[in-house]
């Protein structure tokens, strides 16, 4: 396999653009996560589905980021309009109900660059 | 507010000797942790992970401690080696949840 897979690999956009991240998770895995990662703050939750349904958006930080997972093999993450603050590294990750150690196996991020 | 805190953003360890990582934790419902490694322009990967039944868990040069009294653990890494340079992330569980909590990160440096 694979692996999670990420695209783009870089983003660099204006401020007030719209922007879509996307994500093929593992196949198999019924789990998939977005995280951000910040200097101040690490990793963050933004949002996690489980067999394609939304479970928790409680971290996404505000209605201007939405995430969507039309299948099990497809999700994007789209951030419109996109501000400067919203610049970090994007990680979407995927993981299976079996895997008790709790071992989520992540893509290699999209940097956002919002000028 | 951070439930999970790393509050040594750099560690530089000479090589051969032992880096010891620290984490701190803030809810007491947390019984699962977890400590993943991070390479630049990568993804974090999955190291090491200890339930809160133990207080200790080995892995050949790695080794996670769990003070739940304290609610602190750590990574040792002995002897530590010019690849273990990465940044690593502490995270914590409630286990039959799916919503991992991870810390800021430290950034380990091994030189040679």
């Known amino acids: 396999d694979a692996g999670v897979i990420q695209s783009p690999r870089h983003e660099v956009t204006e401020m007030g653009q719209e922007v879509t991240l996307r994500c093929k998770p593992i196949?198999?895995?019924?789990?998939l996560f977005w995280y951000r990662q910040t200097m101040m703050r690490g990793l963050e939750l933004l949002i996690y589905?489980?067999?394609?349904?939304?479970?928790?958006d409680s971290g996404m930080p505000e209605d201007r980021f939405s995430a969507k997972m039309p299948n099990a093999s497809f999700s994007t993450l789209k951030i419109q309009p996109s501000e400067p603050r919203d610049s970090a590294v994007y990680f979407c990750a995927s993981s299976w109900t079996e895997n008790f150690n709790y071992g989520y196996t992540f893509g290699s991020g999209t940097r956002l660059t919002v000028v | 507010d951070q439930q999970v805190k790393q509050n040594s953003p750099s560690l530089s360890v000479q090589e051969g000797r032992i880096s010891i990582l620290n984490c701190d934790y803030t809810n007491s419902m947390f019984d699962y942790f977890l400590w993943y490694k991070k390479y630049p322009a990568e993804g974090p990967t999955f190291l090491i992970s200890?339930?809160?039944?133990?207080d200790k868990n080995e892995d050949g040069r790695f080794t996670v401690f769990l003070n739940k009294s304290a609610k602190h653990l750590s990574l040792h890494i002995v002897p530590s080696q010019p690849g273990d340079s990465a940044v690593y992330f502490c995270?914590?569980?409630?286990?039959?949840?799916?919503?991992?909590?991870f810390g800021q990160g430290t950034r380990l440096t091994i030189n040679p």
């Open positions: 589905f489980n067999n394609n349904v939304p479970i928790d």
């Open positions: 995270a914590a569980v409630i286990q039959g949840a799916q919503k991992l909590v």
């Open positions: 200890i339930s809160s039944i133990k």
């Open positions: 196949s198999g895995h019924d789990y």
